[in-house]
């Protein structure tokens, strides 16, 4: 299969500008890292990810307060920026993208509705997040819709 086209171009304007990147997954599963590292000479730009998957994760490994988890939820804009704020530092990278959804199928009673996502893109310019509904998606088709987003985002703050 082909690199996402958003991935190429991703890739392509890291390596012209001798800059570098990284991810913090949670509803997308390390998608993102891996759309980057399938286009070839990605290991210019794209050292390290993580995929913190459960909120214990995204505090033990990104340091992200549990207090913000439960203030805000897990899938709120406060927590995919702390969540790209860590992964940037601790990469010693220029830009950092990171991801907290709900793929589905259910969701919990105090959580976002089935279809939410949060992005969040840090640039050495620009820090930008928001939040998207995609509703009536399957898992697969929600975690490849958001992947495609999260990088077309990256590029467009990077370019701006």
């Given at each position: 299969m082909p690199p996402l086209p958003e991935a190429s171009e991703l890739v392509r304007?890291?390596?012209?500008?001798?800059?570098?990147?990284?991810t913090?997954?949670?509803?997308?599963?390390g998608?993102?890292?891996?759309?980057?590292?399938?286009?070839?000479?990605?290991?210019?730009?794209?050292?390290?990810?993580?995929?913190?998957?459960?909120?214990?994760?995204?505090?033990s490994?990104?340091?992200?307060?549990a207090e913000l988890i439960a203030r805000h939820s897990v899938v709120s804009e406060p927590v995919v920026l702390a969540m790209a704020a860590a992964a940037r530092r601790m990469a010693a990278a220029d830009a950092a993208i990171a991801v907290s959804g709900n793929a589905?199928?259910?969701?919990?009673?105090?959580?976002?509705?089935?279809?939410?996502?949060?992005?969040?893109?840090l640039t050495p310019a620009h820090s930008l997040s928001v939040t998207l509904v995609l509703p009536d998606l399957t898992r697969e088709?929600?975690?490849?819709?958001?992947t495609a987003q999260a990088l077309r985002l990256c590029l467009e703050q990077l370019e701006s």
């Open positions: 304007f890291l390596t012209d500008r001798s800059l570098t990147i990284t913090a997954e949670s509803c997308t599963g998608l993102i890292a891996a759309a980057i590292t399938d286009v070839p000479g990605a290991s210019r730009v794209f050292h390290q990810g993580w995929v913190t998957y459960c909120n214990e994760a995204k505090v490994l990104l340091d992200v307060p589905g199928p259910t969701a919990a009673p105090d959580e976002p509705p089935v279809g939410t996502v949060c992005l969040a893109v088709q929600f975690r490849t819709r958001v």
